[in-house]
Every structure is written in C-alpha cells, then in structure tokens.
T-cell receptor, first 112, second 113 residues
Framework: ETGVTQTPRHLVMGMTNKKSLKCEQH?????MYWYKQSAKKPLELMFV???????ENNSVPSRFSPECPNSSHLFLHLHTLQPEDSALYLC???????????FGQGTRLTVV | GESVGLHLPTLSVQEGDNSIINCAYS??????FIWYKQESGKGPQFIID?????DKRQGQRVTVLLNKTVKHLSLQIAATQPGDSAVYFC????????????FGAGTRLAVHP
C-alpha cells in the first residue's frame, strides 16, 4: 500500500446522480491532487490543494467539485456527469510541490 | 489502473534481458523527473527520480539516464522479470510548475518467460 486510500474502488452512476469520491492520505503530506486517467488520454491533472487551499484548477468542468477539509482528506463531488467522464480517478499526495507524488489505487468511474 | 484503450507503444522482452524505456520530455525548464510503474488495477507507483543537476541515478535493478541536450529520459531495468510487466510513465516537473507534474503517455512493458 502506498499510504493513499481511495474509496470506492468502483462506481457506476447515472447522469442525474450525485456521488462523491473520497481520498485519505496517511503520509503526513501537505499537498493533495486529483488526476483523471481515461482510455484516450494520459494522466491529466485536475486539482491541486496545498495546506487545504486549492492552488490549481486545470480547467475542469464545474460538474466536478473538489473539497479538502484538512491536509489528510480530499473529496471529489460529482453531479450531472456525462458518459465521457467515465475514467479512472486517481488521488495523490506529496510532501511539497517539488517531490514525487504518491498515488492511491484509483476509483474506476462509469457514467451510464 | 490500466491504460486500456490507449494505443501505447509496447516493449516486449524476454525474462532475464535488460529493458530500456525511453521518454522525450517537452519543457527545457523542467528540473525534476520521475519514473512511475502502473500495474493493472493499481495506481502509479514511484520507481526512481532524478534532478536536472544529474545525468544518471541508480536504484535497485533500475537506472535512470537524463540527457538534457536532447530532452530525453530513459529507464533501464536490469534482468527483467515477469513482475516488471506494467505500463511505465515518465513525469516532468517544470521549474515554475510547483505541484504540476506532467505525465507522458506511457510505455507498456511485456515480459515473456
């Protein structure tokens, strides 16, 4: 285990549903990230949080809403998604912005 | 955690042979580079990193080479084993890109017994 835990591992949701992805890191890091990995693109950075403050929103549609209540927890709230949003969503953390990121196992999301 | 569907370049090697996976990075201002391994059903795992003030760094069975002149990074795996079969990604961190790792498309390594 990498010390970054994501739940659920798999999620199927309809386009009108609201769901949330959860990430928890046990590494004492101060930065957390959401990445999207789809079948047609390499890893794409979505959001970055440093010390609970959002420092990066990589032009992500508003149907994805992140929340970082503290340095150990990160959520991604999902609503009115589209089928093309089906992908593997990966959470990561790092000690600071200049070191390696540690990834969770990901949530495989399918939008139907 | 797989990149199924992406038309990834694939490197096929025999068990016991050495593997070399290459990566061309885009930003000449990048000063930190990482290799990740992603096995099926898992998230990317850190393998080895290198900073731009170095040309070579060695780990256990792995070596990373950095050629800043041609913006090229390589990962060498010695005595490749079946457990090394995975997708390998290089990632770069631009000097001005705090927290913004940029990932390459990945290379699939297939190890045959």
């Amino acid at each position: 285990e990498t010390g970054v835990t994501q739940t659920p591992r798999h999620l199927v949701m309809g386009m009108t549903n609201k769901k949330s992805l959860k990430c928890e890191q046990h590494l004492g890091h101060n930065a957390m990230y959401w990445y999207k990995q789809s079948a047609k693109k390499p890893l794409e950075l979505m959001f970055v949080y440093n010390f609970k403050e959002q420092t990066e929103n990589n032009s992500v549609p508003s149907r994805f809403s992140p929340e970082c209540p503290n340095s150990s927890h990160l959520f991604l709230h999902l609503h009115t998604l589209q089928p093309e949003d089906s992908a593997l969503y990966l959470c990561a953390s790092s000690q600071d912005g200049n070191t390696e990121a540690f990834f969770g196992q990901g949530t495989r999301l399918t939008v139907v | 955690g797989e990149s199924v569907g992406l038309h990834l370049p694939t490197l096929s090697v025999q068990e016991g042979d050495n593997s070399i996976i290459n990566c061309a990075y885009s930003n000449s201002a990048s000063d930190y580079f990482i290799w990740y391994k992603q096995e099926s059903g898992k998230g990317p795992q850190f393998i080895i990193d290198i900073r731009s003030n170095m040309d070579k760094r060695q780990g256990q069975r792995v070596t990373v080479l950095l050629n800043k002149t041609v913006k090229h990074l390589s990962l060498q795996i010695a005595a490749t084993q079946p457990g090394d079969s995975a997708v390998y990604f290089c990632a770069e961190l631009p000097r001005s890109g705090y927290n913004k790792l940029i990932f390459g498309a990945g290379t699939r390594l297939a190890v045959h017994p």
